[in-house]
């Protein structure tokens, strides 16, 4: 069992938004990765002596600015993109929607159901494409907040449907059973039956 749990909660659905997400920073690291190689052909010995004479003590320097350069770029983009994705959890439990992040694992969005008043998925047709989108949480207090790539939205709608809906059925239920302001029964401890029967001798 999760510490983080409440009582009484459990974990219906847990997942990383979907790996679509991935497929710009894998793209633009491969680039890189086949700019630096390119690059490092051209500082071979032999071909650095034919398009640049006169710098052979400077090869050194180039390839080290080239390798540098080369990580700089993949950590800027590529890296942590994949890093983000890897550390990012969504997780849907009976009473909250909770975004985790980070090696560590910490939260840094947390939504309980009773504070949702609509909950919406959206899709683009890339999204549609994977089975991917976006889950729209209109609050009742704040503003609206969003799960980006959600992937098998279809599920994890439903899911968090169902979940929110029990949340909020037991929340009227609670409601209805405490006694209101004013509810004279509610006050005095009586019955329908026996308020029926004092109107009767009244």
């Given at each position: 069992?999760?510490?983080?749990?409440?009582?009484?909660?459990?974990?219906?659905?847990?997942?990383?938004?979907?790996?679509?997400?991935?497929?710009?920073?894998?793209?633009?690291?491969?680039?890189?990765?086949?700019?630096?190689?390119?690059?490092?052909?051209?500082?071979?010995?032999?071909?650095?002596?034919?398009?640049?004479?006169?710098?052979?003590?400077?090869r050194e320097t180039?390839?080290?600015?080239?390798?540098?350069?080369?990580?700089?770029?993949?950590?800027?983009?590529?890296?942590?993109?994949?890093?983000?994705?890897?550390?990012?959890?969504?997780?849907?439990?009976?009473?909250?929607?909770?975004?985790?992040?980070?090696?560590?694992?910490?939260?840094?969005?947390?939504?309980?159901?009773?504070?949702?008043?609509?909950?919406?998925?959206t899709q683009n047709?890339?999204?549609?494409?994977?089975?991917?989108?976006?889950?729209?949480?209109?609050?009742?207090?704040?503003?609206?907040?969003?799960?980006?790539?959600?992937?098998?939205?279809?599920?994890?709608?439903?899911?968090?449907?169902?979940?929110?809906?029990?949340?909020?059925?037991?929340?009227?239920?609670?409601?209805?059973?405490?006694?209101?302001?004013?509810?004279?029964?509610?006050?005095?401890?009586?019955?329908?039956?026996?308020?029926?029967?004092?109107?009767?001798?009244?």
């Open positions: 069992m999760h510490k983080w749990l409440l009582p009484g909660e459990n974990v219906e659905i847990r997942s990383r938004p979907h790996s679509r997400v991935l497929i710009w920073p894998i793209t633009v690291g491969l680039f890189i990765v086949l700019a630096g190689s390119a690059g490092f052909a051209r500082l071979q010995p032999a071909q650095f002596a034919q398009w640049a004479p006169g710098f052979s003590a400077w180039f390839v080290v600015v080239l390798m540098s350069a080369e990580a700089l770029l993949l950590w800027l983009y590529p890296l942590r993109r994949v890093w983000r994705w890897t550390w990012t959890k969504y997780f849907l439990t009976s009473q909250r929607l909770l975004v985790r992040r980070g090696l560590f694992g910490k939260f840094t969005a947390v939504y309980g159901l009773e504070q949702i008043e609509e909950v919406r998925p047709w890339r999204q549609k494409m994977v089975g991917s989108g976006d889950l729209k949480l209109y609050m009742y207090r704040g503003p609206m907040r969003t799960l980006n790539e959600v992937p098998a939205l279809t599920r994890f709608n439903g899911e968090t449907q169902q979940a929110w809906t029990k949340v909020f059925r037991a929340s009227m239920a609670s409601i209805q059973q405490t006694p209101q302001p004013g509810d004279y029964a509610g006050e005095v401890g009586m019955t329908e039956k026996e308020l029926r029967k004092l109107g009767r001798d009244h």
